[in-house]
């Protein structure tokens, strides 16, 4: 009976855990499992550092690398409290962008292409109608020659 209790308890704190927003930022959200990587990997850089045999005390006021550990781990975990307050990004959707392209794509090729353009002119005004000249006058006669003066 106790192990049925115990399992009971466990499988609903699993799915108390599991519906955390935390956890499933967590699970979402590489950068933020990145920064909480860093910040472990340098304290415990940095707790290795104070435990190498020096005092405790001349390793935290003049140990450069020490410091500089800590300052990463605690640069890391702000970060990554700073992400979990924001909760999770928003993608921004970038429908203009594909739009703009489109509009610019086409502009290229009706400026280019000279077929296409006049595709798209006989499409808008309708066929180019053939316009032939014919004259409904008569030629004019050549001017009369000079008459020849003897002398």
Same mark, same amino acid.
């Given at each position: 009976?106790?192990?049925?209790?115990?399992? =009971?308890?466990?499988? /609903?704190?699993?799915?108390?855990?599991?519906?955390?927003?935390?956890?499933?930022?967590?699970? &979402?959200?590489?950068?933020?499992?990145? %920064?909480?990587? $860093?910040?472990?990997?340098?304290?415990?850089?940095?707790?290795?550092?104070?435990? %190498?045999?020096?005092?405790?005390?001349?390793?935290?006021?003049?140990?450069?690398? !020490? &410091?500089?550990?800590? /300052?990463?781990?605690?640069?890391?975990?702000?970060?990554?409290? &700073?992400?979990?307050?924001?909760?999770?990004?928003?993608?921004?959707?970038?429908?203009?962008?594909?739009?703009?392209?489109?509009?610019?794509?086409?502009?290229?090729?009706?400026?280019?292409?000279?077929?296409?353009? %006049?595709?798209?002119?006989?499409?808008? !005004?309708?066929?180019?109608?053939? !316009?032939?000249?014919?004259? $409904? $006058? =008569?030629?004019?006669?050549?001017?009369? =020659?000079?008459?020849?003066?003897?002398?």
């Amino acid at each position: 009976m106790a192990a049925k209790s115990k399992a =009971a308890k466990a499988g /609903s704190a699993a799915l108390a855990v599991k519906s955390s927003p935390y956890v499933q930022r967590l699970m &979402q959200d590489e950068e933020l499992r990145e %920064n909480l990587k $860093t910040a472990f990997d340098s304290a415990r850089a940095a707790i290795d550092r104070l435990g %190498n045999g020096k005092p405790p005390a001349k390793v935290i006021l003049d140990d450069k690398k !020490f &410091q500089k550990e800590l /300052s990463n781990a605690s640069e890391a975990l702000r970060d990554a409290a &700073q992400a979990l307050r924001e909760g999770p990004k928003k993608r921004k959707r970038r429908r203009g962008h594909k739009l703009l392209v489109l509009v610019v794509a086409a502009g290229l090729a009706l400026a280019l292409s000279e077929g296409l353009r %006049n595709k798209v002119l006989d499409l808008l !005004f309708g066929a180019e109608e053939e !316009f032939d000249y014919t004259s $409904t $006058t =008569a030629p004019a006669s050549p001017p009369p =020659a000079p008459a020849a003066t003897a002398s």
